[in-house]
């Protein structure tokens, strides 16, 4: 079972989101598209699964285990469960996936970070390795001819 987040939660973490989700979560567009896909297959559920797209457009849940939080969390069966992530996927998904993948990885890497007990903020600029001179003297000289280099007239 997934874990339940409290509206003061999801609003923090809604606040930072790109604005590319924070559009995609409310947009009307994204609702119709949910709307038409309960009400073509059936599904009474439809609250649920605009929670759970919320979630993966939040960046809480991934976009593969859509799936399987439709058979197991909403009780769909096999094949509905199939198609209806399909189509959220296609519609829903699928014009901001640059945006949740980017979300995704700044997400595992601030896990890792947890797990490692380092915190810290993202540094603006990357972190430059300062060269000693024995690594300099290295990177200035070849240590033998190149023979794919033409010689200079």
């Not at 003061?8 to 979560?25: H, I, S």
């Not at 960046?59 to 969390?73: C, T, V, Y």
């Not at 959220?88 to 014009?95: A, E, G, L, Q």
């Not at 990885?105 to 001179?133: D, L, M, N, R, V």
Request: glycine share 2%; hydrophobic share 35%; with cysteine.
């Amino acid at each position: 079972m997934t874990k339940q987040y409290t509206q003061d939660e999801l609003w923090k973490l809604f606040d930072t989101l790109p604005e590319e989700l924070k559009q995609a979560v409310f947009s009307p567009e994204n609702a119709d598209h949910i709307f038409n896909i309960c009400d073509r297959y059936n599904i009474e559920q439809m609250p649920k699964i605009a929670y759970y797209a919320g979630l993966v457009l939040m960046g809480i849940i991934p976009a593969a285990d859509f799936e399987s939080i439709l058979k197991k969390e909403i009780g769909l069966e096999e094949e509905k469960a199939q198609t209806v992530a399909r189509e959220v996927n296609r519609f829903i998904f699928y014009p901001a996936k640059p945006a949740i993948e980017q979300l995704q990885k700044t997400a595992e890497a601030s896990a890792k970070q947890t797990k490692q007990g380092t915190i810290s903020a993202a540094p603006s600029q990357p972190i430059a390795k300062e060269k000693t001179t024995q690594e300099e003297d290295i990177a200035q000289k070849p240590k033998a001819p190149d023979s794919y280099r033409e010689p200079l007239e």
